[in-house]
C-alpha cells in the first residue's frame, strides 16, 4: 500500500475529492481483507475465515458500488487537451 502514499495518501491535503477518498479507503479495506482473509486460511482459522467472508461479501458490494461511481464521475468531468 505504500505504492500509493504520494497519489493517494498524501493527497489529503491537496483537495482530493471526497468520493476518491471514500473509493480508496474502500480498496485498501479490500486488501486488508485479503491479507487478513489469506493469514486466517494458513493459521488454519477457517470458522474465523468464513464469518469473515460475510464481511468481505458486503465489502465486495461496495468496492464495486464506489468504483462504478468513481468511474462514471470521472468519465463526465472535463479534460484538458492541449493544442
Known amino acids: 500500500m505504500?505504492?500509493?502514499a504520494r497519489t493517494y495518501f498524501f493527497k489529503l491535503w491537496f483537495g482530493t475529492?471526497?468520493?476518491?477518498?471514500?473509493h480508496g479507503a474502500a480498496m485498501s479495506g479490500?486488501?486488508?481483507?485479503?491479507?487478513i482473509q489469506s493469514g486466517l486460511v494458513a493459521a488454519r482459522r477457517v470458522q474465523?475465515?468464513?464469518?469473515?467472508?460475510?464481511?468481505?461479501?458486503?465489502?465486495a458490494v461496495?468496492?464495486?458500488v464506489t468504483g462504478s461511481v468513481t468511474t462514471v464521475h470521472a468519465a463526465a468531468a472535463p479534460t484538458c487537451t492541449s493544442g
Open 17 to 22: 475529492p471526497v468520493l476518491l477518498h471514500v
Open 62 to 64: 461496495l468496492v464495486v
Open 30 to 35: 479490500w486488501v486488508v481483507l485479503l491479507a
Open 2 to 4: 505504500w505504492v500509493f
Open 48 to 59: 474465523w475465515h468464513r464469518r469473515l467472508g460475510v464481511l468481505a461479501a458486503c465489502w
